[in-house]
């Protein structure tokens, strides 16, 4: 089944504590990308990658670090997170032809 | 990359006929029209995409005028289960190796 997975769906952490967020995907896809979404602000894209190596900034990327290192994953770096960083994150892949997938959250909490 | 402009939210009652309408003023000749579907705490979900004139597939239809500069998301007869906030996005066919905005959506709530 195609999907895109991501891990942890929740965590609770606090400031200062360095946590990494996964994103895999299994549909060859050359493309990926972070969002986070607050209440009233809908989507907004923190990284995107276009290919292995090939990473990024999005509209809202500082506090933030990814990786692509390797095709089927996008790895979301916060080296020391702060309560702003408190939000609801997708990872997302596509390819050229194709719209994107969405994976199905990470609910992050930094206290 | 194109800006898009849509209602903050529509109401609606089952089985009526919901038009969505997107602005995209400054589309550029290669941007494709995409919407998407969220529920709550769920990830965006594809629902059509088109280029120019119609598109139809099993769940929605997309008009777009001959100028581009809007698109219009038509969903038929709907249901409670279409609540959920409607996104338009402007940009490459695949937009998720480029930088995507994807703006605030509209909110459709459908009512019994």
């Known amino acids: 089944e195609a999907q895109v997975t991501q891990n942890p769906r929740y965590l609770i952490t606090v400031t200062g504590k360095k946590l990494t967020v996964t994103c895999s995907q299994n549909?060859?896809?050359?493309?990926m990308s972070w969002y986070r979404q607050d209440p009233g602000l809908g989507l907004r894209q923190i990284y995107y990658s276009m290919n292995v190596e090939v990473t990024d900034k999005g509209d809202v990327p500082e506090g933030y670090k990814v990786s692509r290192k390797e095709k089927r994953n996008f790895p979301l770096i916060l080296e020391s997170p702060s309560p702003n960083q408190t939000s609801l994150y997708f990872c997302?892949?596509?390819?050229?032809?194709?719209?994107?997938?969405f994976g199905p959250g990470t609910r992050l909490l930094v206290l | 990359l194109a800006k898009t402009t849509q209602p903050i939210s529509m109401d609606s009652y089952e089985g009526q006929e919901v038009n969505i309408t997107c602005s995209h003023n400054n589309i550029a000749t290669n941007d494709y029209i995409t919407w998407y579907q969220q529920f709550p705490s769920q990830g965006p979900r594809f629902i059509i995409q088109?280029?120019?004139t119609k598109v139809t597939n099993e769940v929605a239809s997309l008009f777009i005028p001959a100028d581009r500069k809007s698109s219009t998301l038509s969903l038929p007869r709907v249901s409670l289960s279409d609540t959920a906030v409607y996104y338009c996005l402007v940009g490459d066919r695949g937009t998720g190796g480029f930088k995507t905005i994807f703006g605030a959506g509209t909110r459709l709530f459908v009512k019994a």
């Open positions: 088109g280029y120019k």
């Open positions: 997302a892949s596509s390819s050229r032809q194709e719209t994107q997938y």
């Open positions: 549909m060859n896809h050359e493309y």
